[in-house]
């Protein structure tokens, strides 16, 4: 059974960070965009950030970008993202999702287009 498993979230401050990870079981997604979407209490899942195959290519919503980096470190089969200056309203559930690379760059802020999922991990900032 193919996994992705986040870890990271937490309760921080308003202002501070968070570093969430996104390691796969069962395969490797070397080949996968990756992807962060979020999910807040009454909201849609929406896009925060995603990443290219090799790790040269990254995209952000405009709500994220400039305070969020989303990276991966392929060797050891693992997409990160640092959340800086955190803000009450980036309190939600975050996501880590991949998509078969071959599908190139277009479409990324569609959770449809998504083959893996994780389960989730809960990220709260007070004020």
């Known amino acids: 059974q193919v996994q992705l498993v986040e870890s990271g979230g937490g309760l921080v401050q308003a202002g501070n960070s968070l570093r969430l990870s996104c390691a796969p079981s069962g395969r490797t997604f070397k080949s996968y965009y990756m992807g962060w979407f979020r999910q807040a209490p009454g909201k849609e899942r929406e896009f925060g950030a995603a990443i290219s195959v090799s790790g040269g290519s990254t995209y952000y919503a405009d709500s994220v970008k400039g305070r969020f980096t989303i990276s991966r470190d392929n060797a050891k089969n693992t997409v990160y993202l640092q959340m800086n200056s955190l803000k009450p309203e980036d309190t939600a559930v975050y996501y880590c999702?991949?998509?078969?690379?071959?599908?190139?760059?277009?479409?990324?802020?569609?959770?449809?287009?998504?083959?893996?999922w994780g389960q989730g991990t809960q990220v709260t900032v007070s004020s």
């Open positions: 999702a991949a998509r078969m690379g071959f599908y190139g760059n277009s479409d990324l802020n569609n959770a449809d287009t998504y083959n893996y």
